[in-house]
């Protein structure tokens, strides 16, 4: 028994009882996107967090402990993705990624965006294009530090 042992049980009673990520999230009190996140295995739980997704995912003692237990984050089989629609974010990250720093270094100078201390909020934009995906994230600046 590993962490991607209960991960793979979370979806594949997921799926065999209709359940949605923004259900499981409401039952918890956190968002569905950090929520998704930790069923898939790239985030820790709480006590009370990993015992609540235990009772909707029916998962043994064992199981629910490698939910409170800190992951080894980064769930790519590849260092390039292969899935298609994950693809097109690694896709995205190699026309804009230096895009994104130079604005962010303009912006705020020598330093990051942290994935720690960072948010995220996925939500559908009706367009009679046909539907749009919208991304929101947020995350803290973290200067570079001279020494």
Same mark, same amino acid.
């Given at each position: 028994? &590993?962490r991607?042992?209960?991960? =793979? ?7 065999a009882?209709k ?12 968002s ?8 898939l295995?790239?985030?820790a ?11 909707l /995912?029916?998962?043994?003692? &064992? ?5 409170? #237990? ?7 089989? #590849?260092?390039?993705?292969?899935d %298609?629609?994950?693809? =097109? @974010?690694?896709?995205?990250? &190699?026309?804009?990624g230096?895009? /994104?720093?130079e604005?962010?270094?303009?912006? /705020? ?5 942290s994935?720690?201390? /960072?948010k995220?909020?996925?939500? =559908? ?6 539907? =749009? ?7 803290? @600046?973290? %200067?570079?530090? #001279?020494y």
């Amino acid at each position: 028994m &590993n962490r991607d042992d209960v991960t =793979r049980k979370i979806v594949e009673t997921k799926v065999a009882k209709k359940i949605r990520w923004a259900d499981v999230a409401s039952k918890i009190g956190l968002s569905k996107e950090w929520t998704t996140a930790a069923c898939l295995g790239q985030m820790a739980l709480d006590a009370k967090q990993a015992a609540i997704i235990g009772a909707l /995912f029916e998962l043994d003692e &064992n199981e629910i402990a490698w939910l409170q #237990t800190v992951p080894y984050k980064g769930s790519l089989p #590849t260092a390039v993705p292969t899935d %298609p629609l994950i693809y =097109r @974010f690694y896709e995205l990250i &190699n026309v804009y990624g230096t895009t /994104f720093k130079e604005l962010i270094h303009e912006e /705020f100078g020598d330093g990051i965006m942290s994935a720690i201390d /960072f948010k995220m909020d996925l939500s =559908r934009e009706p367009d009679p294009k046909g539907d =749009r995906v919208q991304i929101v994230m947020s995350g803290k @600046f973290l %200067p570079y530090k #001279t020494y």
